[in-house]
């Protein structure tokens, strides 16, 4: 696992390490108390996928064209 706090990762890495969580957490050859605080890991980290998606989503939805369907823009996201 990372060092790396999750809410400072980007989606790449977040998801790279989801991969290895994912994956330490089938072969089942982890103790316990180590899967329990894999899958907690894992939980966050899935987590800060889906945050960032929809950030990317947000962003691609703002984007405004002119009459041919060229991009011209971005309209401010809220929230953001």
Do not use: H, W
Request: charged share 35%.
């Amino acid at each position: 696992m990372s060092d790396t706090p999750v809410e400072e990762m980007t989606f790449e890495q977040a998801m790279a390490e989801l991969e290895q969580v994912v994956g330490q957490l089938e072969r089942g050859d982890v103790a316990l108390d180590d899967s329990i605080k894999l899958y907690e890991r894992g939980a966050a980290l899935k987590k800060r996928c889906e945050k960032k998606l929809k950030e990317a989503e947000e962003k691609v939805a703002a984007i405004t064209t002119d009459g041919d369907g060229n991009a011209t823009g971005t309209k401010p996201v809220e929230g953001m």
